[in-house]
């Protein structure tokens, strides 16, 4: 061929092509088709079952690689793990809730378990299946050409019942997305015979047939009529389904919770995770063990070990709340839908419940004729050739010597033609039958099957001539449809009682406890403390804080880029190890450390007072940062749980970080010390008091290279200022060692060539829970 270049815009063609991919893509795999609710992948197997492997619900099954094998050479030219993924889906009744292929072998399970390979399991279609398939045979849907052009393979399946909604599917194509339910099929099919009697029924009055979902896992839906009705009308939205349980009793008066029946969608071993997770870590502690007691004939039992006199009803709310017991479905239904003029499928999304079973009913309408129209054809095929016999049997003798003088079948068959008025397929049929056909008899049979044959035929024709008479017929079989398959719903539609109030503190119980913070930000929750050293850290790391509390009040951890974070300590988890990293429950920047923790217990941190004039309420946080700035303001802010990100808590310049941050109480001054070797003391009240996160004032004048490394709170039980050296040694400098002066000045250097690398943390004081919970007094404790 001769070259050939052609200029073109760059911005033109992959426009052009990428819409010639998205629809592809749109058209051809992800997306649905509305009238048999099948994928072109599921298309292919069911027929390739049927068509070339013959694999009906009474047949031996065959195995799986064989399936794949035929699929993907004949038809569905793509990787046989895609295949065979698709197929195994049509099998699994936690998926499907009419499953089309019976599969026989490790299908997988709701638990996650992938399916065994295709080598291994074997399939074969399903009664229901066959229902999509059964009028293949009748010239009822077109036909194409498969991706070679060796086979044909069907545009469409002539689906006997709505499967795209009994069936749900979801998918994700070039712009667009389609999630939609499985249905009960029963329901499904009172919706369109109500649809075929009324067909200006409203989304509402279908909805008096159709309840909602019913999906294969069963559940129950938290959604009100009002709901459930745009949801319906509008194609999209969003529905609440939880789990179902009941409570047992078993010995010596005690009770178990058994979860019968989870969300649609929820892989039930990550379930059991999630649910041991909040067990060993003590999020719960009213539930104490879990148990899977799942078999074939009892369905699915989650078995929750509980504590004697527990609420279930507490723990089941804690649970909606924390795990997948609780799920969202997002409904959004988009699928292929005919043109105006019906030539080819085009995608439409927010389409209504009635819209889709309008699809289908004006699909089945078309069917329903295409069968009958087929039949018809047969039949007066049939009465043709009746009627050439009993032409025949007329003059039957004559017959006889005409076909014992021909010199030869063809030469008989031009004599019968002339002598009796008869074509080729009439005279073929009397040559090709043998000659007692024709005989007393059997003739009257021949007689009886053409009368029999015209009044069908009749029959046939005027059902075809009233489209009235074709909804009757369509009305009739799926009536017979509801009869043969009255599965009852699994899914419930959930009433006010069902709905369980989430209250957190309820199922917390109310523990003395402490929280540990170590310098590579570790926290965990650990009971009484005999020691600092008694608790487990990482080697290299060390104990910065322990923040007694109950486990009803939170924590507040402080970091050294201005963001707080505060949580519950009920959350902290529990453990004898070395802790959490806190970055796995809140976003800190990349090397932010945590300089500081705060409790809410109102028994160990006051509680707020009342604003005085413009000057908020106590009790304070004292800040202090690298670049010398302090300030404070009211810890009120940071008593209440944070999100991941956390509040700021001080403005920062450029490079500078927070070094300090401690809890005011009676303490009156303040004394800071910085890495060029002064060390200042000054009036807490010369600290602004700010009502919520700023800059603050100069606390310590610095030469251009000095760093301020922190300090103390002046008044307290630890008035020294405790700072250790370059050469590794420290010093210590008391309230009256160093001069009281304004805030902002440079302060006192001890020595000349005297530099300090760091404050020494005053000791950590461990709460005396004894003392704290009555049972002891303070001087009990002092003799001990």
Aim: hydrophobic content about 40%; some cysteine; charged content about 30%.
């Amino acid at each position: 061929m001769a070259e050939s270049i052609e200029t073109v815009s760059i911005a033109s063609e992959v426009r052009t092509r990428f819409l010639t991919y998205a629809m592809s893509v749109v058209s051809g795999r992800a997306l649905p088709d509305v009238r048999d609710g099948l994928k072109p992948v599921q298309r292919r197997i069911l027929y390739a079952m049927s068509n070339d492997l013959n694999l009906s619900f009474d047949r031996k099954a065959l195995k799986c690689a064989k399936i794949v094998g035929e699929v993907m050479g004949n038809y569905h030219p793509h990787g046989d793990s895609a295949l065979y993924e698709a197929l195994v889906r049509m099998s699994q009744n936690w998926v499907l809730r009419v499953p089309l292929v019976y599969g026989q072998g490790n299908f997988g399970s709701v638990d996650g378990d992938p399916p065994a390979a295709y080598r291994y399991t074997e399939a074969k279609l399903t009664r229901q299946a066959e229902m999509l398939l059964d009028e293949l045979g009748q010239q009822t849907v077109d036909f194409n050409p498969s991706y070679d052009g060796t086979r044909q393979e069907p545009s469409v399946l002539p689906a006997q019942f709505p499967n795209l909604l009994v069936n749900g599917t979801a998918g994700i194509a070039v712009g667009m997305a389609t999630q939609i339910p499985p249905h009960n099929l029963g329901e499904v099919l009172r919706g369109c015979v109500l649809l075929i009697d009324n067909p200006d029924a409203s989304v509402a009055n279908l909805l008096d047939k159709i309840k909602g979902p019913d999906f294969p896992l069963g559940g129950k839906i938290l959604a009100d009529r009002a709901t459930l009705r745009k949801i319906y009308e509008e194609g999209t939205g969003t529905i609440k389904v939880q789990a179902e349980w009941k409570e047992e009793e078993y010995e010596r008066g005690k009770s178990q919770i058994v979860v019968t029946s989870i969300p649609y969608g929820v892989n039930k071993g990550d379930l059991e995770n999630t649910i041991g997770a909040i067990i060993d870590q003590r999020k719960l502690p009213q539930l104490t063990g879990q148990a899977n007691e799942s078999n074939e004939k009892d369905g699915l039992r989650l078995v929750l070990e509980v504590k004697a006199g527990t609420d279930p009803n507490l723990v089941m709310a804690y649970l909606y709340k924390h795990t997948e017991l609780q799920k969202s479905f997002s409904y959004n239904v988009t699928a292929l839908v005919p043109n105006e003029d019906g030539t080819r499928m085009v995608p439409k999304d927010g389409l209504s419940l009635k819209d889709l079973l309008r699809h289908f009913l004006d699909f089945r309408l078309a069917t329903v004729r295409r069968r009958y129209e087929y039949h018809l054809r047969q039949l007066r095929k049939r009465i043709h050739i009746l009627e050439g016999f009993a032409i025949i049997f007329n003059a039957l003798d004559r017959a006889i010597k005409i076909i014992r003088e021909s010199s030869g079948k063809s030469d008989a068959a031009e004599k019968l033609k002339s002598t009796f008025k008869l074509d080729d397929e009439q005279v073929g049929a009397i040559l090709d039958s043998q000659l007692y056909k024709i005989a007393q008899m059997e003739i009257k049979k021949i007689l009886d099957e053409l009368a029999e044959k015209k009044k069908q035929a009749k029959e046939f024709e005027a059902i075809l001539a009233s489209e009235k008479k074709l909804w009757g017929v369509i009305k009739g079989e799926l009536e017979k449809l509801i009869e043969n398959f009255p599965e009852r719903r699994k899914t419930r539609m959930a009433s006010d009682e069902d709905v369980l109030t989430f209250d957190e503190e309820a199922y917390i119980v109310r523990e003395n406890t402490n929280v540990v913070l170590t310098r590579n930000g570790r926290i965990k929750r650990v009971g009484r403390l005999a020691a600092v050293e008694s608790t487990r850290v990482e080697e290299g790391d060390e104990v910065v804080a322990v923040i007694p509390g109950s486990t009803l009040d939170h924590v507040a951890f402080f970091a050294d880029d201005g963001a707080a974070y505060t949580m519950r300590i009920n959350e902290v988890p529990a453990t004898a190890g070395y802790g959490e990293p806190i970055t796995k429950f809140f976003k800190l920047g990349d090397g932010v450390k945590v300089v500081a923790a705060v409790t809410s217990d109102p028994r160990f941190t006051p509680a707020d007072a009342a604003p005085k004039g413009d000057t908020p309420g106590g009790p304070f946080l004292l800040v202090c940062t690298r670049n010398g700035f302090v300030l404070r303001l009211p810890l009120t802010a940071f008593r209440t749980e944070s999100t991941k990100v956390g509040r700021r808590f001080v403005k920062l310049e450029t490079g500078d970080k927070v070094v300090m941050v401690r809890l005011v109480g009676a303490e009156e001054s303040l004394m800071l010390a910085t890495a060029g070797g002064y060390v200042t003391h000054f009036p807490l009240d010369q600290v602004s008091i700010l009502s919520g996160a700023g800059r603050g004032v100069i606390g310590i004048e610095l030469d251009p290279k000095d760093d301020c490394l922190g300090g103390i709170l002046v008044g307290g039980r630890f008035d020294k200022l405790v700072v250790e050296t370059e050469n590794g040694k420290t010093q210590d400098f008391g309230p009256g060692a160093i001069k009281s002066r304004k805030r902002g000045a440079k302060g006192e250097k001890p020595g000349a060539r005297t530099k300090f690398t760091r404050v020494v943390p005053t000791p950590i004081e461990l709460a005396d829970w004894d003392v704290v919970e009555g049972k002891k007094t303070k001087d009990d404790a002092k003799s001990d």
